[in-house]
């Protein structure tokens, strides 16, 4: 077949099995199509940019394995993973959203294998939410999942004025699973209690709290309260998400880390703001929690929410990980 690298495109997904499934080759694939190995390279580049292919890596990393161990005795945990810090072996600083969320790209690969290896191995079904760019960029790594998989968030996403999150996540979930995928469409923080009670007796945001009941597992991101972060920045590069005085105020309260609406201080004490919508803490605890975040920036909040005891596993880094064992 003597084809011009243009005609070769329709080729693309099924050179890249061929390669990355079936083992063959690039010399053999490029004597099947009748073309040079450069040009079999260039496909299967072609391919993993255009998202067509996923390449995860199962296993623990040499030190990263006694991290592993280390924080999953310390505090509890039923599951863990720490990846290694990119900056270690690269010189790509890239992160999950430059200037929203400095949590590593890593992690969130890390995090799409998990979430397929629980739906393809345990058959999970049911996936709890949560809105945040780690979660987010997760969405946009996951591949077509072929299985009714539903997620639900009943985290509050929008800004005040009901304008839209970027970080939701959903919409891309909806467009790759044969489940559902919902979320309550509220604010992340309610005017008033009176409006936030009024809007919680609905029949349908009843009915979508219940459907996080079903789900076995929820996945999480944690914000710290400091600069830098995810929740800091939702406030400085937009004001109608949170309040920058209500920010302030919870920080002066004492809390040192935020995952949906929930907060935690230095010594992992739980507290709530009634105005907030924030996710069933009662939950959290009750089902099989993954909360995925890395990076020094964060390691103080992770361990304060980790030292909370509600977690059941935490995806990290390997520069987290040291912190939060060395603190």
């Not at 005040?160 to 970080?167: A, E, G, I, Q, R």
Request: hydrophobic content about 35%; charged content about 25%; aromatic content about 10%.
């Amino acid at each position: 077949m003597n084809k011009s690298e243009k005609n070769l495109k329709q080729y693309t997904n099924r050179i890249a099995w061929m390669y990355w499934k079936q083992k063959i080759s690039q010399k053999d694939i490029a004597k099947k199509f009748n073309i040079n190995t450069v040009q079999v390279h260039r496909i299967l580049n072609d391919a993993e940019n255009r998202g067509s292919v996923k390449v995860f890596v199962e296993g623990s990393f040499d030190i990263c394995r006694q991290y592993e161990e280390s924080i999953k005795s310390k505090y509890n945990l039923k599951y863990i993973e720490v990846v290694p810090t990119e900056s270690t072996y690269s010189s790509s600083t890239q992160t999950t959203a430059d200037t929203l969320d400095p949590d590593p790209l890593s992690i969130a690969y890390a995090g799409a294998n998990t979430i397929l290896n629980k739906i393809n191995m345990e058959k999970c079904r049911n996936f709890g939410w949560s809105t945040g760019s780690t979660n987010a960029r997760i969405a946009h790594i996951l591949p077509e999942i072929k299985e009714p998989v539903s997620f639900v968030d009943t985290t509050g996403s929008l800004r005040s004025d009901l304008s839209f999150n970027p970080l939701l996540g959903l919409n891309t979930l909806s467009r790759k699973t044969k489940g559902k995928c919902y979320h309550l469409g509220a604010p992340y923080i309610f005017p008033s209690l009176k409006e936030k009670n009024k809007f919680f007796n609905l029949k349908f945001v009843k009915d979508i709290l219940k459907k996080e009941e079903e789900c076995e597992y929820i996945i999480l991101g944690i914000g710290s309260m400091q600069g830098g972060t995810s929740l800091y920045n939702r406030v400085k590069n937009h004001p109608y998400l949170v309040d920058k005085k209500i920010f302030n105020q919870i920080k002066k309260d004492g809390a040192l880390s935020e995952s949906s609406g929930n907060f935690f201080d230095i010594k992992g004490k739980h507290f709530v703001y009634d105005e907030i919508v924030s996710k069933d803490f009662r939950l959290i605890k009750k089902k099989k929690t993954i909360a995925i975040a890395g990076g020094i920036q964060k390691a103080s909040a992770i361990r304060s929410t980790l030292l909370n005891g509600c977690l059941f596993g935490l995806i990290t880094d390997e520069d987290a990980a040291k912190h939060i064992l060395n603190d």
